[in-house]
């Protein structure tokens, strides 16, 4: 067909397509009253038909013109469109913006506007991508279709589209800087799951987890934002369970209760671990089944109108290990265990249970509590980033400089570039040493009850770097070891490129170095000197002298747990020091511990874990220090790791 205007100004904002009488007929869909078109295969327009149109042409306005990629005049294939069962779209996704963009700011009620577009464009198709103008209180609008999720359809090549029917949810996205501001979203979607329709989370008192909150809201919080019967449609479950993972200090327990707060409806319930546990037989299982008792009293009453309960296991590690794991031969937590297991996924598990599970330690957990339709939902709190520490310094140092207790010549930015690998609690711990300085300062000794000036109290940049000296993160470097190795080395630049291979590499995640020569030739010198240097936020010493007396199995956990913390930061070093030591090697024999050479050969091969991208998120150097002279090298043991490259270094 030959494409042609649309024949009116106001038939452009109806998104039809407009035919001849005669050839209307040619896009009837059988057994209803629709005529349904599809355009280059790309997108489908319901058509009408209209007296000024000629035979063999379709008329389309500039939007759909643009979208098809054609002009006026230009040859289009156009053939009507049979929709399949199943066909109504029950999400709408649609991004606004103004047809005419300028400076002007407007705001829109979702409520008013998903109730216009329904009844505009009911019965018709839209696809993902498909950009349709509207006009909405005398502005002209365009909306771009980013999702459209129809009951029941398959994942598949074929583009997302289904029709709009008076059961469609919509839901409404804007660009920064748009000048739209959507207000009453939450209405929109018919929920009244959450308090406040907009989450400011530093206002919440959480910083540095923007990203993990996010994730948290889709998977846990997002189905159920919409009414069951949408849920329903979709054939998805509401998610029951999620486990918050990490470092001790980053924020786990903080996010729980604040998600709590946030939700309408019953008072979470918090749980510390243990407090679950009973000394008389059955009783545990019953304090267990206790915690489920209202919910399931207001879903028997209530059904699908039931309130979400949120129950909040912290340190849910203490009872639920897995099972088999624990011989203290009365099987208490296997069955805590088996009874979480049946009220969050039994036979009559509840819809209005949201079960929150906070651990440092999600090794030691059931393996069944981890799988879909349990704790499925699964979130690595890990350290923040400078940009997360920042948020974290602000929140604590707000009320300071509100009322003028904080000095100017404090600088919360340099203060976040200089705190790496400092958890959240942490750095509230350095703020309050910090203040505990400058109260010093407006304190007599000598008379204590003296008046204090409160004029007078400021926080100053030196008091937060005493602080600094006296919190020291549990995931930071060994400074003591370290300056206590370190010397003045020639040549140490020719080291330093392996430190800068690490930090600017791609390629290779993990480097592994062993530095080989005569005792007392300023190996663990170079190697302290070289960590120091490099100026990464994790760097540890495993060395014999800390492992005197130990067994191998304590020696091998105690090697895992310094890799292991290693993960946890951005860029990290370890160095083995006195590696022989370590391995309880003996020229003699030879002999040697095969269980911390099998376990040092594991670690030293082992990838970082990857991140939710996909991409290595890790990355770590491991100067090895090995300290038998060349000469007698071949006494070692044949399965003893040797990584490329070796540095020999000669006597001073």
Known sequence: MIVTNTPAADLALTNLAYCSHADHHGFTVPGTKLFLASISDSFVLSVSAHESIRSGQIALNAIQRRHARVSSGDSISVSRFIPP??????????????VKKGNKNEQVDAVLLANQ?????????????????????????????????????????????????????FVFETSNGSGIKIVNQREAASSNIFRHKEFNLQALGIGGLSAEFADIFRRAFASRVFPPHVTNKLGIKYVKGMLLFGPPGTGKTLIARQIGNMLNGREPKIVNGPEVLSKFVGETEKNVRDLFADAENDQRSRGDQSDLHVIIFDEIDAICKSRGSTRDGTGVHDDIVNQLLTKIDGVESLNNVLLI??????????????????????????????????????????????NSFLAPDVNIQELAARTRNYSGAELEGVVKSAVSYALHRQLSMDDLTKPVDEENIQVTMEDILNALNEIIPAFGASTDDLEQCSRMLLGLPLYLLLVEQVKVSERRTLLTCLLEGPSGSGKSALAA????????????????????????????AQIVKVFEDAYKSAQSIIILDDMERLLEYVAIGPR????????????????????????????????????????????????????QPGINVEPL
Do not use: W
């Open 85 to 98: 069962d199943n066909f109504d779209v029950v999400l709408l996704t649609l991004e606004l913006e103004f």
């Open 357 to 402: 599970g906070i651990t440092n330690r999600k090794d030691l957990l059931d393996e069944a509590l981890l799988r879909p339709g349990r704790l499925e939902v699964q979130i690595e709190i890990g350290l923040p980033d400078e940009n997360g520490r920042l948020q974290i310094l602000q929140i604590h140092t707000n009320k300071m400089k509100e």
């Open 529 to 556: 000197t070289v960590a120091i240097d490099s100026d990464f936020p994790f760097i540890k010493i495993v060395s014999a002298e800390a492992m005197v007396g130990l067994h191998e199995s304590t020696k091998c």
């Open 117 to 169: 577009l329904r009844k505009r464009f009911i019965n018709q198709v839209m696809t993902t991508g498909q950009k349709v103008s509207f006009e909405h209180h005398g502005n002209n609008y365009i909306f771009t279709v980013n999702q459209a999720a129809v009951e029941g359809q398959q994942s598949s090549n074929a583009p997302e589209r289904g029709m709009i029917s008076s059961d469609t949810y």
């Open 592 to 643: 040697f511990s095969n269980l911390v050479c099998q376990t040092l050969m594991i670690l030293l091969k082992r990838r970082p874990r990857k991140d939710t991208t996909g991409s290595l998120a890790r990355r770590k150097i491991a100067p090895i220090e090995k300290l038998a002279p060349p000469q007698t090298s071949h006494n070692t043991p044949s399965n003893i790791p040797r990584n």
